[in-house]
């Protein structure tokens, strides 16, 4: 019937008229949740043994106001969830600003990431593998 997804709406949409959504700065992670009953969604968990596991793929905005979530099998890796991740925030916002900053870990860093951002329109802030995050990157990924 749409009733939690209007319910979102209209949430997302009194929060940023009370104190306004930051999407300038988004950030984009996974995260795996156990799914002991299985489901369509569900598959091995890579850090449980290999029980039945679900990722959410999550976009937040500045202040970790949940914009866009995507649900997958737990053995899926996060990079090819950003797409859909930012397509379920385009569906409820219509959009991220152009040129704004979508923060990533090293899990994405790859040439294809940084080409999908930029034919978005997006300026992409990933750590990078093999170096230490800066102690900024942390403030801006995990609210």
Known sequence: MGLMERLRDISLDAYDRLVGLELGDVAVDGCITKAPCGGEKAGKSPVDRGKGGIKRSTAVDASGIPL????????????????????????????????????????????????????????????????????????????
């Not at 990079?79 to 923060?103: C, E, F, M, N, Q």
């Open 68 to 143: 866009g979530t995507v649900t997958a099998p737990a053995n899926l890796h996060d990079s090819p969830l950003l797409g859909a991740t930012l397509d379920a925030v385009a569906k409820t916002l219509g959009g991220l600003p152009d040129r704004a900053s979508i923060h990533l870990d090293r899990g994405y860093d790859s040439g294809i990431t940084r080409k999908r951002l930029q034919e978005r329109g997006l300026l992409a802030e990933i750590s990078e593998k093999g170096k230490p995050a800066p102690l900024s990157a942390a403030t801006k990924r995990w609210h």
